[in-house]
């Protein structure tokens, strides 16, 4: 049973923007804490970003000012505008949830680079 797709990821300039989108099961997104995170090759999976039911938001220093994240608690979706792209952005990004994540999807690529 899938839970969590994302998508929305591809290539883009530095500078440039993306917006990802999450489908989460309902039994997964309803009333919890949500979050993006991302892996880069070599690297280990981090929380970028994270919104509550009630849409507080929290973000990583490295992404603060840049990215912004949202839901829809009527589509049971989440998502992630990122603006001012940098390549350092580069990496499979994922959501899921905060404090107890599922199994994870697929992801969605993002790069960065020009």
């Known amino acids: 049973q899938v839970q969590l797709v994302e998508s929305g990821g591809g290539l883009v300039q530095p500078g440039g923007s993306l917006r990802l989108s999450c489908a989460a099961s309902r039994n997964i997104f309803s009333g919890n804490v949500m979050g993006w995170y991302r892996q880069a090759p070599g690297t280990q999976r981090e929380l970028v970003a994270r919104?509550?039911?009630?849409?507080?938001?929290n973000y990583a220093a490295s992404v603060k000012g840049r990215f912004t994240i949202s839901r829809d608690n009527a589509k049971n979706t989440v998502y992630l505008q990122m603006n001012s792209l940098k390549p350092e952005d580069t990496a499979v990004y994922y959501c899921?949830?905060?404090?107890?994540?599922?199994?994870w999807g697929q992801g969605t690529q993002v790069t960065v680079s020009s």
């Open positions: 919104i509550t039911s009630g849409a507080t938001t």
């Open positions: 899921n949830l905060v404090g107890a994540p599922r199994a």
